[in-house]
């Protein structure tokens, strides 16, 4: 069957109900994207037209469904180590001032398929010890990657990035029906909790945190939507805990109290 094709009207009406949900500007250049992510759901309801679709999930009547589009839409490529600049920042700078034997929690604030959540773990492991009182929350708004984050379950393929060494000492490697696989050790997953959380609505009381990852997904907010979203999440740091953000964003406007210690590394006053 023939891709179903989408008009530009309602084109239209996806943007803005992806922004309404999620605060992701869909810029018009992903109208391929989304035909090729949600055209399989309208085949799968036996709809013809996308607008069809649009009414379904628009009206209330579905949350799945509209929980499925949100999922398709929102998932986005991660790996480990990825901008291992900020977890060199995080070993040396953060860890190493941090008085021993006190909590030390972190919040990976758009965990995706939860690469990040893993590599914080990893660190934290390697400096704070697997013992030590700390924590990481991973969030997101798909269901979909939470899920895969949760299990910490990955193919090999996907130890991009990560070191041979860190490989051998925290993961364990699958065997027979699981070959070509690798899960995340149990003790560094218990030091990890996972929540589905919109940053484009009121943040449930997750507790403070003295750093909050929020890397690579202000690339889909307009500038408002950003300057909400981080006004929500500085809110949750503890006088002087740090907000990272991608090699690509920048706080700059955004946001008066966190102060830049480094590009794409900022602090919340002591």
Same mark, same amino acid.
Request: proline fraction near 5%; aromatic fraction near 10%; include cysteine.
């Given at each position: 069957?023939?891709?179903?094709?989408?008009?530009? !009207?309602? +084109?239209? %009406? +996806?943007?803005?109900?992806?922004?309404?949900?999620?605060?992701?500007?869909?810029?018009?250049?992903?109208?391929?994207? =989304? *035909?090729?992510? &949600?055209?399989?759901?309208?085949?799968?309801?036996?709809? $013809?037209?996308?607008?069809?679709?649009?009414?379904?999930?628009?009206?209330?009547?579905?949350? =799945?469904?509209? %929980? !499925?589009?949100?999922?398709?839409?929102?998932?986005?490529? $991660?790996?480990?180590?990825?901008?291992?600049?900020?977890?060199? +920042?995080?070993?040396?700078?953060?860890?190493?001032?941090?008085?021993?034997?006190?909590?030390?929690? @972190?919040? /990976?604030?758009?965990? /995706?398929?939860?690469?990040?959540?893993?590599?914080?773990?990893? *660190?934290?492991?390697? $400096?704070?010890?697997?013992?030590?009182?700390?924590?990481?929350?991973?969030?997101?708004?798909?269901? %979909?990657? &939470?899920?895969?984050?949760?299990?910490?379950?990955?193919?090999?393929?996907?130890?991009?990035?990560?070191?041979?060494?860190?490989?051998?000492?925290?993961?364990?490697?699958?065997?027979?029906?699981?070959?070509?696989?690798?899960?995340?050790?149990?003790?560094?997953?218990?030091?990890?909790?996972?929540?589905?959380?919109?940053?484009?609505? $009121? &943040?449930?009381?997750?507790?403070?945190?003295? @750093?909050?990852? =929020?890397?690579?997904?202000?690339?889909?907010?307009?500038?408002?939507?950003?300057? %909400?979203?981080?006004?929500?999440? /500085?809110?949750?740091?503890?006088?002087?805990?740090?907000?990272? *953000?991608?090699?690509?964003?920048?706080?700059?406007?955004?946001?008066?109290?966190?102060?830049?210690?480094?590009?794409?590394?900022?602090?919340?006053?002591?």
């Amino acid at each position: 069957m023939l891709d179903i094709s989408i008009t530009d !009207t309602e +084109f239209a %009406q +996806f943007q803005k109900l992806i922004y309404k949900i999620a605060g992701i500007s869909l810029s018009d250049a992903k109208k391929v994207l =989304l *035909v090729g992510r &949600l055209g399989k759901r309208l085949k799968a309801h036996g709809f $013809t037209t996308y607008t069809e679709y649009y009414k379904l999930i628009s009206s209330g009547n579905d949350p =799945l469904e509209q %929980q !499925t589009m949100v999922d398709l839409l929102t998932t986005n490529e $991660t790996y480990f180590f990825r901008e291992e600049k900020h977890f060199e +920042f995080l070993t040396d700078e953060i860890v190493a001032k941090h008085p021993p034997g006190r909590p030390f929690d @972190v919040w /990976s604030a758009a965990s /995706s398929t939860g690469e990040e959540i893993y590599t914080i773990s990893m *660190v934290l492991a390697d $400096t704070l010890g697997v013992n030590a009182p700390w924590s990481i929350l991973g969030s997101d708004i798909s269901t %979909q990657v &939470l899920a895969v984050a949760k299990s910490g379950h990955y193919s090999l393929e996907r130890a991009r990035g990560l070191p041979p060494e860190y490989l051998r000492k925290y993961c364990l490697k699958g065997v027979r029906q699981h070959e070509g696989t690798f899960l995340i050790a149990p003790e560094l997953r218990r030091h990890t909790r996972f929540m589905q959380v919109n940053l484009n609505t $009121t &943040l449930p009381d997750v507790g403070k945190f003295h @750093v909050i990852f =929020l890397r690579n997904v202000m690339i889909y907010f307009d500038n408002d939507t950003k300057r %909400q979203v981080v006004e929500r999440l /500085s809110q949750r740091l503890h006088p002087g805990g740090y907000f990272i *953000v991608g090699h690509s964003e920048s706080l700059n406007g955004l946001n008066e109290r966190l102060k830049p210690i480094k590009p794409t590394i900022y602090r919340m006053p002591a």
